[in-house]
Structure formats: C-alpha cells, structure tokens
C-alpha cells in the first residue's frame, strides 16, 4: 500500500520517473493541464508535486495542499512556484540546475547563429515557393564581440563555444569574481561598459526585481548600432515594448526570443517584425535534458519523502 503520492505535471518525462516508481511507498500520478481552481480540487490528496514551468504553484495552491511536502522543479528556474507559500507551508522546494544546461547553451547558440544569417526567414520563403537569394545578406560571427549577462552554467557554457566559434566575449555579473572570469578568458565589464560594444548580447540571469527589465529604453539607447539580441532565459528580462520600439527604428538588427513575458505567447507584436524571430520556451527541450531533469528530480523526491538529506534544494 502506497504511503506517499505524488502528482506528476506539465509531461515530465515518464522514463525519468523510474526512482520514484521504484519505490513501493511512492505511487505516482500523471496530471493533466489543470487551471488554478482544478488543482486547487486535488492538491490535498498529495504529498509531493512535480512540475516544469506551465503549472503555477501559487499561494491559493499551497492553502489546499494539507499533506505536500515536497515541490520538484523538472528545470532550473523556479519562478513559477510562489517560494515565500512554501516556506510558509514548511515544503521544500528542490530543482534540477544542472540538467538543462547544455540544451539551454546549444539553443543560444542556434538562436545566435540563425539571427546571423536569417535561416528562419529564408527557410519560411522556400517554404512559400519563394527562392530569394538576395533578402538574406548575413553577418558572420567571428570577430564580433558577445555580450554575455549572467555568466552561471548557461552564461559561462555559451562563452566557450562563443570563443570557439572566435568571437570576443564581454560578461557582466556581479556575483561572479575577477578570477573567476578571467580562468575563462573573460574580462567582465560594467552594463555602461558592455551596451556600447556588443554586436550581440545574451541574457542568462535569473528574473529577479534587479533583473526585470534589465534591458529598457536605457539600456537600448547604450547599445551599439546594429546590435542582435538574446533572450534564452527568462521573460521579462528584456522589457518587449523598449524591444520593439529599437527594432521598428532600426537601430536593433534581429533579436530571438526563446520565452516571453506572458508565456503561451503567439500575439506579440514583435512577431510581425522580419528580423524577430521566436521559439515556445524550447530552450531545455531536448530528450537527453528533459530524462536528466526529471531523473535529478525524482531522486531528490524520494530522499525528501524518505527523510533523507536533499542533495539540493
Ligand atoms: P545559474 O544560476 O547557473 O546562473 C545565473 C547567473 O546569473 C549567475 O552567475 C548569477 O550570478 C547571475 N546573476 C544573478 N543576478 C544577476 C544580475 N542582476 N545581473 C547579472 N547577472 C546576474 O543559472 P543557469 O543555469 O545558467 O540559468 C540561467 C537562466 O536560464 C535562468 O533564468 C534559467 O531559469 C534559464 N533557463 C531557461 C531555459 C529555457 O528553457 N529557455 C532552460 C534552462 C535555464
Ligand atoms: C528552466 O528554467 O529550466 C527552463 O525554463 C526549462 C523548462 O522549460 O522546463
């Protein structure tokens, strides 16, 4: 007879599950798409809760959830789990930090390199009948100099390959040391400093109040004629109104968003410009990401259920 149950959200891998099925206390229960109210419903028939980013963990969530005691993150960001409710409910909050990492870099990369030469845009024209080789006049990567902001895992993983790919790479992150970079080969800058000299400029922060809307008006009006813009991220981090208005006057060459502030998002109007291009929050979708996620985070269920010391939380 199963002691503990946990509900399984937002298509977690199902052979990432395999700790917890293991367990014979642990029965685990594949959820639906709910809304607020509908899992408001059910959520005090459970003791833990896993989740990507379409379910929202709210307040009104954790008021219901008389017997969780333990919320998984399948990914890294946990923005959409109302923290201060956990720990006012006494549940433990853990994620899995490290196994989106290289999907998340790959997809900056594609993301970059497509903006570079229009692949989005030339493919959808072949598509539509049309070979036209002239529209697409690219730029190459090598020699440009990468902006990157937030050099954690992702940051500092997209200035390897940058520097492969022989770009120059500028960071900016407060919490990370001189020495740190420059065992990296990294010089880190100021905002003031990296705006004006970056041909492109990633973003790999978390969305926090300091990081919200960290790219504004300012922040547009410093950067370098031309610029290409990256947000594999978090939504919210770009400010899209200040986003729009540089590329509709020109001075923002391409920008490629992979998340959005309001997410599911297919009515931007960033999205009737031809040098925008977007992707649904695919930066950690890949198999061999979406198995270590749900694997890390299974894991850390059972040692929480089991009492056990929690590698992270
Ligand atoms: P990380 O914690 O390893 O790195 C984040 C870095 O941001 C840290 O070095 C930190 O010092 C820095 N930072 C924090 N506040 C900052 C600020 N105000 N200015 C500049 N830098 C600041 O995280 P990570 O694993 O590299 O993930 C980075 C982001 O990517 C997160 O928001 C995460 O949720 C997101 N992510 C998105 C996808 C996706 O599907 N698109 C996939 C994975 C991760
Ligand atoms: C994350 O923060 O890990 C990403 O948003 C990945 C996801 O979509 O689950």
């Given at each position: ?10 298509g977690?891998?199902e052979?990432g ?6 367990e014979?206390e642990?029965?685990?229960?594949i959820?639906n798409?709910m809304?607020e ?9 459970y003791?833990?809760m896993?989740?990507?980013?379409a379910?929202?963990v709210?307040?009104r969530?954790?008021?219901?959830a008389s017997?969780l ?18 720990t006012q409910h006494?549940?433990l909050?853990?994620n899995?930090?490290?196994g989106?990492t ?12 497509a ?14 009948g ?12 090598r020699g440009k100099t ?7 895992r992702?940051?500092?993983a ?5 520097q ?8 900016y992150?407060?919490?990370i040391t001189?020495e740190?970079a420059?065992?990296m080969g ?5 905002l003031?400093e990296?705006f004006?000299?970056?041909?492109f400029i ?6 926090t109040?300091?990081?919200?809307h960290?790219?504004?008006?300012r922040?547009f ?5 031309g610029v290409?813009?990256?947000n594999?991220?978090?939504g919210?981090?770009?400010?899209e109104?200040a986003l ?7 001075k923002v060459?391409g920008?490629a ?6 997410e599911?998002?297919?009515?931007s109007p960033l999205?009737?410009?031809?040098n ?14 979406q ?9 850390e269920?059972?040692e ?7 590698r992270n939380?």
């Open positions: 007879m199963a002691m503990y149950k946990v509900l399984v959200m937002d977690v891998s052979k599950l395999e700790p917890l099925r293991n014979s642990i029965e685990v229960i959820g798409k809304t109210d509908e899992l408001v419903a059910v959520i005090g028939e003791d833990a896993v989740v990507r980013s379910t929202k709210t307040p969530v954790f008021d219901h017997r005691k333990v919320v998984g993150r399948a990914g890294v960001g946990v923005d959409n789990i109302d923290l201060n409710a956990a006494g549940v909050v853990v899995a930090p490290d989106n290289i999907a998340a870099t790959e997809h900056t990369i594609a993301m970059m390199l903006l570079a030469r229009n692949i989005p845009q030339a493919v959808a024209k072949m598509k539509n049309v070979w036209d080789k002239k529209a697409f006049l690219g730029v190459e990567l990468l902006g990157i902001i937030g050099l954690g992702i940051g500092s997209v200035a390897r390959r940058a492969a790919l022989e770009m120059d790479i500028v960071a992150d407060p919490y001189e740190k420059e065992s990294i010089k880190l800058a100021t003031e990296l004006p000299v970056a041909d990633t973003v790999h922060m978390p969305k109040k300091e990081t919200y960290m790219l504004d008006e922040a009006a410093m950067m370098k004629e290409r813009v990256i594999c991220a978090r919210g981090i770009i400010e109104e729009y208005k540089y590329m509709k006057e020109g060459a920008a968003l992979d998340v959005f502030e309001k599911p998002n297919t009515d999205l009737e410009l031809n925008f291009i977007a992707t649904p929050h695919l930066g950690a979708s890949t198999a061999e990401a198995l270590n996620v749900a694997v890390d985070v299974a894991e269920i059972v929480a259920l089991q009492g056990k010391v929690v939380t």
